[in-house]
């Protein structure tokens, strides 16, 4: 458990600095947006941190960083060329939270960027467990858990590449896409993110303190709901599509299910 707790405050202190550094950018660039950019690269800076600081090379833990590192570099890449694509344009999350905070918004934006910081290193709770406690070799959770992965990646993936065709097509400008898995759900590319995290946390499940791990996905869904997620963009979207309340009216919100008929 020591190596647990020393990891976890190596982490916190870690990605506070790491989360300044954006933040300090942010305000270069007039953008917060980027941080999103940053918290997607930050999973791949903190498994080198733990990596460094544990000494420990076992195949499972490797494993696990491997799929961290895909994870966050497929993120990252979808992240940058959608903050590229609109920059110098905030994202409207961040602009309303901005207008939200009136005085002193760029200072108390630091806390916005920290919590996020925060809710990174939760994020990474099933790669502290890996790192301190699994063994050499690889049991059947951790088998179950890369090929959740694997599903969930390639679904992520998939949902991606479906809303950037759509929305890189001019006639499709003011248009909700509902193709492909977006014809399923409203939020496939968050149900997948999500299903991510549920493999990270089932990768190391029966690990010593593994149960912990489950922190990781209740975390991610509630932010997803009511946080930073759906909650926003659901307002956002129904304020600047016609279509949209129709959306919300036949498809479910998160889980990929058959369309309702109204």
Same mark, same amino acid.
């Given at each position: 458990?020591?190596?647990?707790?020393?990891?976890?405050?190596? !982490?916190?202190?870690?990605?506070?600095?790491?989360?300044?550094?954006?933040?300090?950018?942010?305000l270069k660039l007039r953008n917060a947006g980027i941080v999103d950019v940053g918290w997607a690269l930050g999973f791949i800076y903190l498994s080198i941190v733990y990596s460094v600081l544990a000494q420990v090379?076992?195949?499972?833990?490797?494993?696990?960083?491997?799929?961290?590192?895909?994870?966050?570099? #497929?993120?990252?890449?979808?992240?940058?060329?959608?903050?590229?694509?609109?920059?110098?344009? *905030? &994202?409207?999350?961040?602009?309303?939270?901005?207008?939200?905070? !009136?005085?002193? @918004?760029?200072?108390?934006?630091?806390?916005?960027?920290?919590?996020?910081?925060?809710?990174?290193? +939760?994020?990474?709770?099933?790669?502290?467990?890996?790192?301190?406690?699994?063994?050499?070799?690889?049991? +059947?959770?951790?088998?179950?858990?890369?090929?959740?992965?694997?599903?969930?990646?390639? !679904? *992520?993936?998939?949902?991606?590449?479906?809303? =950037?065709?759509? @929305?890189? &097509?001019?006639?499709?400008?003011?248009? =909700?896409?509902?193709?492909?898995?977006?014809?399923?759900? #409203?939020?496939?590319? $968050?149900?997948? *993110?999500?299903?991510?995290?549920?493999?990270?946390?089932? $990768? %190391?499940?029966?690990?010593?303190?593994? +149960?912990?791990?489950?922190?990781?996905?209740?975390?991610?869904? $509630?932010?997803?709901?009511?946080?930073?997620? +759906?909650?926003?963009? *659901?307002?956002?979207?129904?304020? =600047?599509?016609? &279509?949209? @309340?129709? $959306? %919300?009216? =036949?498809?479910?919100?998160?889980?990929?299910?058959?369309?309702?008929?109204?």
């Open positions: 458990m020591s190596i647990i707790l020393f990891l976890l405050a190596a !982490g916190l202190l870690a990605i506070s600095l790491y989360m300044i550094g954006f933040w300090v950018l942010a090379c076992l195949p499972g833990s490797m494993l696990l960083s491997a799929m961290y590192w895909i994870s966050s570099g #497929r993120l990252f890449l979808h992240l940058l060329k959608r903050f590229l694509r609109s920059y110098p344009q *905030e &994202d409207p999350r961040y602009t309303r939270l901005r207008a939200d905070m !009136g005085a002193n @918004a760029d200072l108390k934006m630091l806390f916005v960027f920290l919590f996020q910081g925060v809710v990174l290193l +939760i994020m990474t709770v099933p790669m502290i467990i890996a790192v301190a406690t699994l063994r050499p070799d690889f049991g +059947i959770w951790m088998i179950a858990g890369f090929f959740l992965w694997l599903v969930a990646s390639i !679904g *992520e993936s998939l949902a991606d590449q479906q809303l =950037t065709a759509f @929305a890189n &097509d001019p006639a499709n400008k003011g248009k =909700t896409c509902q193709v492909g898995l977006w014809h399923y759900s #409203r939020h496939p590319n $968050y149900f997948f *993110e999500w299903l991510t995290s549920v493999a990270f946390a089932l $990768y %190391v499940i029966d690990a010593p303190y593994g +149960i912990w791990a489950l922190i990781c996905p209740t975390l991610i869904l $509630y932010l997803l709901f009511y946080a930073t997620g +759906i909650k926003p963009s *659901e307002a956002h979207s129904l304020q =600047t599509r016609s &279509d949209y @309340a129709e $959306y %919300v009216r =036949t498809t479910s919100v998160f889980i990929p299910l058959p369309r309702r008929k109204v």
